[in-house]
């Protein structure tokens, strides 16, 4: 199992560097391109529990605090249009559902709140990407993110 993830995590970095494209600073990132994630089972002696630990490979890890462009799926969160969630997928199929893997969602923390998105708009968002291998959150988040084009 470990012998695959190093392959797959070395594949994935030596052919998707053409999937990602520089408009002035900001990198115009898919989500194919951000679906070169290993996972390993880890121990959380903080919750007690095992969990799947994200492994990044090391073109997304350089992406890791910088800003990107990425268009996908809105799902809002909860009624007061403060926490939004973005993914590959409609909400129908999202990770969520059980229809996608964790990597095709990510947490969307926009600068400005609240929001008025509502469920499956797709939309392009502009914001700094963070890498995540904790537990507690989904694997990506887009911080200080703003709309750029519906």
Known sequence: MKVKTILYLITSTLFLTSFIQTANKTKIVT??????????????????????????????LKL????????GYVIPMDANHERF???????SSCYFCGASAKHTIMDLR????????????????KGILKTHTEMENLPYSLENAILVKE
Do not use: C
């Not at 919750?47 to 994200?54: D, F, G, I």
């Not at 890791?64 to 990425?70: A, F, K, Y």
């Not at 926009?110 to 968002?125: H, V």
């Open 31 to 60: 989500w194919e391109y951000l679906s070169y994630v290993g996972y390993r089972a880890t121990y959380s002696p903080v919750n007690n529990t095992r969990y799947e630990k994200p492994l990044f490979a090391k073109n997304i």
């Open 110 to 125: 926009m600068k400005n709140l609240p929001q008025n998105y509502k469920m499956d708009e797709y939309l392009t968002f």
């Open 64 to 71: 890791h605090n910088n800003e990107i462009q990425i268009s």
């Open 85 to 91: 969630f973005l993914s590959a997928q409609p909400n």
